[in-house]
């Protein structure tokens, strides 16, 4: 009934990679530079996360007893900039430079040596970001939407060193997206239409362009802040005829399509692992790929939901709350559409099901505080506290990092070679889980009584909460610890896999050997309508 | 199997329960009708969610259950459906249409500013409010600081805490019942914000930028809230405590404020003894420059420097005096100049000259003061 | 099947596109400074009450049939311990009327300083009817150490302004920005 899938096995020891450390530095293999990415991104997720500890442990009780405020504020902005810019996005990147040229069959990404490059600035730009904390006056303490004048006038001198780091990670990201869009527009194997390409591949198409658009917009807006600072402009600055409120609105045109940004390519691993793990396909592809072009265009017309406290006139209120809940409809579509994936399949729950289903719920959580967060009058109560630290957590840590570790344990066996220990994994989830939840959800009840965001000290009112949060703080952090257990006894202890490692995966990567060859689809493969997604 | 669902209803449904009637789980209802307004839309929208929760939730752990590969269920061959997916879409964009109706009703209703009986000047600085009562022609009747006044050793763990930690103030804002009052907000150096959850109210105090609010109170206490904008070191340290009065109360303390802020003029013309600069300085180094230069006067350097024995408290009286006023621009020391009075800058001054083993042997009085201040 | 000359091109040209965004968005972000200004100036958002207004006495006539107050709110921002104040805090006045008002600075330091006054005014629906024919904020001044300064402002409330806005506040924030604007010429402003 189907055509034969023509697999290539012949010439993936060719040019074998070289050895030792000269591999790692010069490599332009995908897959290299995807496992770098990856290493890199779990490595900036424990810095951060240990910044979250630090954070956790100063609000485990009302008082200062750790930190002193100055470097509670360092800690709260450095977590953000390095789990947003370190953690989550190098970690779909990397996700992408494995997985997109195996998905569309093709050799490998359109510009290997730009992909080395894109790589490489990233530690050179936190290793300069991360040595501010240590420079005279400490590191960026003004949040990791850094707001004006707080982040101008009224920063320490090592905000220079933080403009330059956020330049350099921009200047990643572009090449990076410029190098995925090429390969997806230009080298999908014959045959595969757009409306043929896996979910996961669509995904990061549009999450490309968005980065694109917005990537320029960030560095535009530390530009400006690097001139008021050392040249004297004016562009934040109310003296000289500036607008701190300007800032606001050029932060967040960036910053709002930057959370979809950190979400899209969730929703497309997402889609492979359900219908994978239900031995079902896809409900409804066409209308998740619209669904995906729709929230990602929305995304830049929302903006201003950020900022409604700070005195926009009505209509503008008005155009931002309408747009904004426009924006459940999509979201509520795809899950929906992943509900409806799972009706009447047959499940089994391994664990990246398992990461994946709970993605599915608490991300869901996380939209329906997002919902109530858009509505503006009550976004008064909400806006600054807890409430949204909550909200943003649920779809960020259960939301998009859930579905990076759902990605590592899904596709570990194509890329090792090996199975990883399921008991372990099933342990890492419930640990996960748990701890996700202990931590985050009492923080919807500390903001809605009150609780202002990054303070280092609060109200004994908020105590409980809090205690009960760093409890899951640490719960969760530590449970992350098993999964680099998991992932590191599997690489060398592992029982060997199938090429089809799951038998209700789909997808042009399953017909590859595992571990998939270092030079993979160097002839393209027959797409067939079996074999083209999940 | 019907055990398992009822048992779970019954969770849900106390866990539903407690979170609606919980006090400490919930959004507070308020004193103001807009307070009231924005919790109804508040309620409405998490029972939205909830109710739609429930129902996805639950057909997806109905088919967690009953779909698996174990139970030996075999998989369907459909996906796709398009009256589903039509129905799924156009439901909820009817639901968040009816949702975005009342919404919209409170927020019209939030920015009717006009008609107020009484204007109040919030200014936010780094980190304390000022609030400047405005009479009816707009003048400033009188002004005073607001400073957290939960004392070190609480937050450092050397005491107790008191039941309003964090949250108390040594001169809360006072309004009166019944008025509308509206507040003119703006910041003095960063962006700042004031929130008083009880009124339902919140909004940026921006530099150079003028933002306005309004509330009218009828019930008599008093409501605490706080910055909420990141603004620095003391961002978690500079309450809002506002004390609601019944009107009659309101006047009489209104017209005392104003006595005193005549009597407060006539103090600058006084000769304080040293002993009373010590005592008044000790109060006012507590309040304002204790934070930074410790309450041992030894300071953090560099950022913050030592006052003990170093060059300007052992300097000339009129160069620490004009440094104190004007404060040093491109550093955290503020032009205090505009926060204390020439009382209350003679004092702590002169405080800082004598205390901790500095033995300047000058006097600081508030003519002094006044003289290099120009007046 | 595409050869690999032909995707090579194809790449070259998808590269071309996708840098013509970078750059494009990079424009987008330089010409919103110019457009964000035009769009405060033009819907009045922000409270920006914008730049000099000619006003023509032949085509305004004051609306006796209401009074509008007007409200002077005076500070002096980030550590400028300048003495700025207006000689009332609080005028009411026609719409159309013409109206001058005086504001006054002291330099209370011992040094020449130059400082900038920023308007602000709320309501934000009231900021396209309020127009300065003549408002100290337009320029910098330049005070010598003591020095006072009485700096007047005329005004004018459009006859439009809609009927339920009954009052107005504007607020001035005086600015140092001696160090900003480098030698202070030494006449004064």
Known sequence: MSEVIHADHHDDHDHGPEKGLARWLFTTNHKDIGTLYLWFSFLMLLTGGVMALVIRTELFQPGLQFVAPEFFNQMTTNHGLIMVFGAIMPAFVGLANWLVPMQVGAPDMALPR????????????????????????????????????????????????????????????????????????????????????????????????????????????????????????????????????????????????????????????????????????????????????????????????????????????????????????????????????????????????LFAVAFVVLFTIGGFSGLMLAITPADYQYHDTYFVVAHFHYVLVPGALFSIIAAVYFWFPKWTGKMYNETMGKAHFWLSFIGVNVTFFPQHFSGLAGMPRRIPDYALQFADFNMLSSIGAFIFGFSQLVFLYVIIHGIRKGTPAAGRAWEGARGLEWTLPSPAPYHSFTHPPVVTDEEAHA | MKQKKSFIAALLGLLTASLVNADELNMRQGVTNISHAVYDLHMTILWICVAIGVVVFGVMFWSIIHHRRAAGHEAAHFHENTKLELAWTIIPTLILVLMAIPATQVLIEMYDTGGEDMAIEVRGYQWKWQYKYLDENNNNAFSFFSNLATPKDEIEGRSAKGEHYLLEVDKPLRIPTNRKVRFLLTAEDVIHAWWVPDFGIKRDAIPGMLNELWTVVDKPGVYRGQCTELCGKDHGFMPVVVEVLEEAEFDAWYAEEVANESIRQEALSKTFTAEELMVKGEEVYGTFCASCHQPNGQGIPPVFPSLVGTDVVTGPRDDHIRLVINGVAGSAMQAFGKQLDAAQLAAVVHYERHAWGNNADDMTQPRDVLELSGE | MMQPVDRQKNVQRTIRQSVLIVLGMCCFVVALIPLYDLFCEVTGLNGKTGGPYTYDPANTRPDTTRLVKVNFLTNTNAGLSWKFWPELGGVRVHPGELKEVNFFVKNTTDRVMMAQAIPSLVPVAATQYFHKTECFCFNQQVLQPGEELAMPMRFVVDRDLPKNVQSINLSYALFDITEAMGDVAVTGG
């Open chain 1, 114 to 353: 730009m992909n080395n490059l894109s790589f490489w600035i990233l530690p050179f730009a936190f290793g300069m970001m991360i040595s501010t904390l240590f420079m005279e006056g400490g590191g960026p303490n003004f949040g990791w939407t850094f707001y004006a004048p707080l982040s101008t006038t009224y920063a320490p001198d090592s905000v220079t060193f933080f403009i330059f780091a956020v330049h350099m990670m921009g200047a990643s990201s572009i090449m990076g997206s410029i190098n995925i869009i090429a390969t997806i527009l230009n080298m999908r194997a014959p045959g595969m239409t757009l409306m043929k390409m896996p979910l996961f591949v669509w995904t990061w198409l549009i999450t490309a362009y968005l980065l694109l658009a917005v990537m320029p917009v960030l560095a535009g807006a530390v530009t400006m802040m690097l001139f008021d600072i050392h040249f004297n402009t004016s562009f934040f600055n109310a003296a000289g005829g500036g607008d701190p409120v300007m800032f606001q609105h050029i932060f967040w045109f960036f910053g709002h399509p930057e959370v979809y940004i950190m979400i899209l390519p969730a929703f497309g691993i997402v889609s492979h692992i359900i219908p994978a793990f239900s031995r079902k396909a896809l409900f409804g592809y066409d209308s998740m790929v619209y669904a995906v072009a729709s929230i990602a265009f929305l995304s830049f017309i929302v903006w201003a939901h950020h900022m409604f406290t700070v005195g926009m006139p009505l209509a503008g209120q008005l155009f931002f709350m309408y747009a904004t809940m426009l924006i459940a409809i999509p979201t509520g579509v795809k899950v929906f559409n992943w509900t409806a994936t799972m009706w009447k399949g047959s499940m089994s729950f391994e664990t990246p099901m």
